[in-house]
């Protein structure tokens, strides 16, 4: 996975977005051992499905849009400015359950 994105520049995260007919389309910012920093974009309709990350935390920073959370067995609907927090082996995912696109950052850490 390429990252092309100078760590001392300012980053504009939406302009980093790529989004896919097909599913969910992902981009990296910035990763190191540490953490890593990607956007989750989603066409209506799309979703990425209930799963957990064993030894990482992740963080979802709605940039633009609404969709539904799902965090272990709680649907929650989220917005531009709204964040959640999976913490490690907690199941969550996200569904596109508006008419328009979705953007979210995701933090992992440390990074896979």
């Not at 980093?16 to 540490?34: D, L, Y």
């Not at 849009?65 to 927090?85: K, N, T």
């Not at 933090?107 to 896979?112: E, H, N, V």
């Amino acid at each position: 996975m390429s990252v092309d994105t100078n760590y001392t520049d300012a980053i504009n995260p939406e302009s980093k977005a790529a989004f896919n007919p097909e599913k969910m389309g992902k981009s990296t910012i910035f990763r190191s051992k540490h953490i890593l920093v990607g956007l989750n974009a989603f066409e209506p309709g799309q979703m990425h499905q209930l799963h957990t990350h064993e030894g990482m935390d992740k963080v979802y920073h709605v940039l633009k849009g609404r969709g539904l959370f799902i965090l272990e067995d709680r649907d929650i609907e989220m917005e531009a400015g709204l964040m959640l927090v999976a913490p490690d082996g907690v199941p969550h995912g996200i569904r596109n359950n508006s008419k328009d696109q979705l953007i979210v950052l995701a933090i992992l850490a440390p990074g896979p």
